[in-house]
């Protein structure tokens, strides 16, 4: 039995997906390798033509890119940004960003509606990440949506499954793959997600900010592994008493 | 840099200690290998010698057997019972359970002290069950424990872990190995008591309930490694408010 | 000093808000007195003309009612419902729901947005029923809404405050009174919600789901003022460790 | 009807029991009154004779007292100061605090089963504060205690009902009072561990670190009272989904 994460026809080993926005280019390329990512997303401007450093030569090849619309806060800036970064060899995956809030970093759900339409139909596999109402949810797949991706919490703090009880209603409720996206702080955070089946999870600031980069990306990877086996094993029941472990209740001589 | 748990002077490679209490004996070796463990519990009235089926038969003979002293009611009889085991090939390392609670299962933690007192004096290696109260841990590495084992929730419950905070000020305060045992109930909490710095966590029921059994140990021995390397790498701050992931903060034009 | 609740220009002295869609038209005259509630929802449909008993026979005259728009699915809808409310004589107070989700009953943020400006404009003070985004929020305070009244959990289902550290956000970011509303199911977390700094709760479910219904209305009503006073009050610091209450810390001969 | 807490025979209308430690004399009097409380706690030192301020001249003659046993760090000590507090005048009630650890100040549980028994024998009516452990609150009820004060969170931490599963077990298993003390830091977690059906709250630190303390003292006198209204009225029924509060469920047309 293989159990693969397929997103718009193209399967996946790994439902790790790494955020590259917050390495150095020196480390990238451990990174991914320890976490065992097989899709990095990155920001336009790293990937950027001509003189300066290019983060797309410290990428293995075998890994898809998944550029985003970091910066975009209307459906029209995010569309002329996926569009771009097709145009220098990003491929035809994309994470549409549109944010106008800039404290919190909330996506807008209804520009994002509108820029995952529009590039749906221009034969983008469009990857929006939103706020988590299903509502919104249910509009994105209407609209072309080849995965969703809700925030667990604030972009780059750490806090954790603060959405936790929407996010489940996603996973009853929508077809197409739930990735969470955005605030997981830990790796045993990333594995309850992945416990509640959710399809894969992102990370970028949780990794960065550790002490030692590569290893955390490893915890991670293991961690997500983890939670999918759990998910697939199918969990057990919870109890308020105990329940014996051992067949030994009684003391010997009993 | 090897990363190991040394418990009475042995080292082990796993962080992942295995009850043995709920299984059939037809997958016990499965279980343990897919789950990685170097030391496996077991009940006596399991290991018993005579016609029956005895549970040694099926246990790789690189694992460390820590028999416990399940069905004791006081100080003596987990004393009595210890020495058993050991008679009986099973080792000199021992879990004291001392219960008086039918319900809930709760340890007695004075008999426990008396007993781990009695067996550390006898040349045991002994790891005692605890209710996780730090003056009680105190009177027990005094006593001669070689670790102590603070309960998450009670016994077979799956309820996680409940006790967090007082495990947190266990892991600050002792210095024996801390080994989470009873009541972990998903692999992202068994993580999760990794990250904060617990040395080991024991299962039984969380795997023994999975619908697929192999697979649930799989997932507990990823998430337990996994909160290993999060603890060794260094968690990341926890932010209110957002931080952009991308460094593309501005529009492209900006 | 007079801590006043005012919305669209009218003080209120009490922040608890009960819905009235769930108890039967005996009660609620001493459901509301026993939660000293100012404000009552009503769906239009038992306040009809005609025949039938109508609630508005049984709500004391010095309360405030608050037609709620239940049933609409559209913007269209909640407008018709509203103004229909006016003219049996509700008054000018309108809570606006638009939900098209029959399972989860979540609202329908960008219709509830074209609904409130509709009716704002029209005279109404219009109180929105909202799944708590941010961005929505501003929308609704733009589009002319008198206050926000953003959902705790699913509507009845007595989970409480899910949507926390979203609500947080709310309070911090929106000028116009933050109105807790659906999902409460305990004193303690309409308590909660108000030590946060929220403005009012509305309760409906979790009073009508229990045993003695204008105890519990009287329970709501003492945790919400409960709750505003702390809020009022200020709370104190949190800490890891302890501080001794006491001042005598070492022994009387010390 | 009447709902009274009754402790040692002795009847009480108020549930609230303040703390005195951390007050400047002046306001004591009217903290208790706010609050509404009918015991207040009080160290010996400061309830001494002699030349210097003394708390007793603020409390108001019809509350009761219950001086602790504050600085004991064995049982023979906490009987000692038990019995000057009695010889001063401040009655036969007696809270034993016995405390060996001076960084999270936990009660030493078996020193404190001692001092109990004593005092229990000698006519006072003990009110031993404990760590939350099922074993030992049976065996303080055996050793004569008149309710048992289990801690929610380390004194003074402000941090809540971090024992809350095992406190719940008190409460099912325990036939004594259970009155909850340390570690209460917001009204909100006071009305919830009175809604799980604990008898008493006390508190101290969360009045005293506020910023208005006499307002603070009046949020947690109502957040008591309203959490064991809850209590008596019957909690409803939690649900994953939604359910319809109006009875308007299809638009009017339907």
New interface residues.
């Given amino acids: 039995m293989t159990d693969q994460l397929v997103i718009g026809g193209h399967p996946f080993n790994s439902r790790f997906i790494l955020?590259s926005?917050?390495f150095s280019l020196e480390i990238v390329k451990a990174v991914i390798e320890n976490g065992g990512a097989e899709i990095v997303t990155l920001?336009?401007?790293?990937a950027n033509l001509g003189g300066e450093e290019n983060i797309l030569d410290y990428i293995p090849s075998n890994v898809t890119l998944l550029p985003?619309t970091?910066?975009?806060?209307t459906a029209e800036?995010a569309v002329?940004?996926a569009r771009?970064a097709r145009e220098i060899n990003c491929g035809n995956f994309v994470k549409v960003e549109v944010i106008?809030?800039s404290?919190?970093?909330?996506p807008?759900?209804?520009e994002t509606i509108k820029a995952t339409e529009i590039l749906a139909k221009d034969g983008f596999v469009v990857l929006p990440y939103m706020?988590p109402?299903?509502?919104?949810a249910r509009d994105l797949v209407s609209a072309g949506a080849a995965a969703v991706m809700p925030l667990a919490?604030?972009?780059?703090?750490?806090?954790g499954l603060?959405?936790?009880?929407?996010i489940e209603?996603l996973v009853n409720?929508i077809a197409v793959p739930i990735i969470v996206d955005?605030g997981i702080?830990?790796?045993?955070?990333a594995?309850?997600a992945m416990?509640m089946g959710v399809d894969a999870v992102m990370c970028?600031?949780?990794v960065?900010?550790?002490?030692?980069?590569p290893?955390?990306a490893?915890?991670?990877?293991?961690?997500i592994?983890?939670?999918r086996?759990?998910y697939?094993?199918?969990?057990?029941?919870?109890?308020?008493?105990?329940?014996?472990?051992?067949?030994?209740?009684?003391?010997?001589e009993?």
Wanted: charged content about 25%.
């Fill in positions: 955020g926005g917050k920001a336009l401007r790293r985003n970091s910066g975009a806060r800036e002329k940004i771009l106008r809030d404290k919190y970093l909330f807008d759900n209804y706020y109402d299903l509502n919104v919490a604030p972009i780059g703090s750490n806090k603060s959405t936790r009880d929407f209603i409720e955005a702080g830990r790796p045993s955070q594995c309850e416990e970028n600031t949780a960065a900010t550790a002490k030692n980069i290893l955390m490893r915890a991670f990877g293991q961690a592994e983890s939670g086996n759990a697939l094993a199918g969990l057990g029941r919870v109890l308020t008493e105990a329940e014996a472990s051992s067949p030994l209740t009684g003391f010997l009993d």
